[in-house]
């Protein structure tokens, strides 16, 4: 409250909004802490992932309107931009903006609203990896991958780079606790 300058009611508030995201848990008498998660939810959660964005990424009719290649283009622009200096908070804003651009194109609403329900539910996962400097380039490397299967309209490349990019924050943060993962077909 007092770094913020907020009132008890505005903290309370946002303190609900993220547990109903699931991204913070609740003690009586303890507090409000951030969500941990076991490996198991770990994998649940972005092979979930895997099957909302590889669904969204075969809906997307092409071909993709030149526009909207440009605003991704754009987009990713500012972010490679975001990762070289280290501002992780426009890098997290542009990767979400990314994403939410792509998908969005697909025309289902329901699925649009789920993946980025669950895309939440993970940030304080994939922000565990933010200061490495080789994923954020590998980041980069797959967003400009996407563009270019939604540009040669692609779908089957755009669904196994989509599918193949959520699969690799999932066997870092699995091997981050020691466990080994193995080597499974994404879509």
């Not at 789920?114 to 304080?124: E, F, G, K, M, N």
């Not at 270019?148 to 780079?161: G, H, M, N, R, Y």
């Not at 066997?171 to 994404?186: C, E």
Request: charged share 25%; net charge neutral.
């Amino acid at each position: 409250m007092r770094r913020f300058d907020a009132s008890r009611y505005a903290v309370r508030r946002a303190f609900e909004e993220m547990h109903a995201l699931g991204l913070v848990t609740r003690s009586e008498n303890r507090g409000v802490r951030i969500r941990g998660f076991t490996a198991k939810e770990v994998a649940d959660l972005f092979d979930l992932r895997v099957i909302l964005e590889s669904a969204a990424a075969r809906q997307i009719p092409m071909p993709v309107p030149e526009p909207l290649v440009a605003k991704l283009e754009d987009i990713q622009r500012q972010h490679d931009e975001a990762a070289r200096t280290g501002d992780f908070f426009a890098l997290f804003q542009l990767n979400n903006d990314f994403h939410q651009t792509l998908f969005s194109t697909c025309g289902n609403n329901e699925l649009i609203d789920a993946i980025a329900r669950y895309s939440l539910q993970v940030q304080p996962i994939r922000m565990q990896f933010v200061h490495d400097e080789g994923r954020r380039h590998d980041v980069a490397k797959e967003h400009w991958a996407m563009i270019e299967a939604v540009s040669t309209q692609d779908s089957d490349a755009l669904v196994t780079i989509c599918a193949n990019h959520l699969t690799v924050t999932k066997k870092m943060f699995l091997r981050s606790l020691g466990i080994p993962t193995v080597r499974t077909d994404p879509a």
